[in-house]
């Protein structure tokens, strides 16, 4: 159990389009999403959390309107990359939170198998 | 600022030995602990959680928790090439407004020699 999968997995596009990166929880509902950007050997960026059905918390300096987060149900996340340039080429990774007992503060994130972004 | 400290490594050991990876944290009030694992180029993938102090064992891996001290650590019995990895701790720190985040540790890189 506890599955999140990603589309699409990797992804090229030219400089100034916008890209949508799709993110779900297949067999739970997740309390929270959260996307995540690395470079390459580099650790793992927090960009924004996303609660269903509200708007999303970006993490400072990350821009809210260029990296657009929509969270439609308790299984799917959107991330938009918009207007992109080749320094937003990225490892892009989705993380859903399960409930696993009655207590925030123990719930377990579950990560997606990531989306590779290149930027031309 | 609340922090997760790893040593980056890498650490090398040979292939059946026992790898020991260590974590502390600053936030005493964190409830719960996390290990993943992330081979290069891949997301990462959990491994163990632990919220009790003391052992938790699962197959070949052992997650300890030590509260008072502030230390989490990861041991791999008969570790295999396949273990090779960034091995990734994470805490889980409230954020404000009755929200809880993961902060990660940077990793240390495991290296498996046959």
């Known amino acids: 159990g506890a599955v999140v999968s990603q589309h699409p997995s990797w992804v090229i596009c030219k400089s100034g389009t916008s890209v949508k990166i799709e993110c779900r929880s297949l067999?739970?509902?997740?309390?929270?999403m959260f996307w995540y950007r690395q470079f390459p050997k580099q650790s793992l960026m927090l960009m924004a959390t996303s609660n269903e059905g509200s708007k999303a918390t970006y993490e400072q300096g990350v821009e809210k309107d260029k990296f657009l987060i929509n969270h439609a149900s308790l299984t799917l996340s959107t991330l938009t990359v918009t207007s992109a340039h080749p320094e937003d080429s990225s490892f892009y990774i989705c993380?859903?939170?399960?409930?696993?007992?009655?207590?925030?503060?123990?719930?377990?994130?579950?990560f997606g198998p990531g989306t590779r972004l290149t930027v031309l | 600022q609340k922090e997760v400290e790893q040593n980056s490594g890498p650490l090398s050991v040979p292939e059946g030995a026992i790898a020991s990876l260590n974590c502390t944290y600053s936030?005493?009030?964190?409830?719960?602990f996390f290990w993943y694992r992330q081979y290069s180029g891949k997301s990462p993938e959990l491994i163990m959680f632990?919220?009790?102090?003391g052992d938790k064992e699962d197959g070949r891996f052992t997650a300890q928790l030590n509260k008072a001290s502030q230390y989490v650590s990861l041991l791999i019995r008969d570790s295999q090439p396949s273990d090779s990895a960034t091995y990734l701790c994470a805490v889980n720190t409230y954020s404000g407004a009755g929200s809880y985040q993961l902060t990660f540790g940077k990793g240390t890189k495991l290296s498996v020699i046959p």
């Open positions: 993380s859903a939170r399960r409930r696993t007992s009655g207590v925030l503060s123990t719930d377990t994130q579950y």
């Open positions: 632990i919220y009790s102090n």
């Open positions: 067999d739970f509902q997740a309390t929270t």
């Open positions: 936030d005493r009030g964190s409830q719960s």
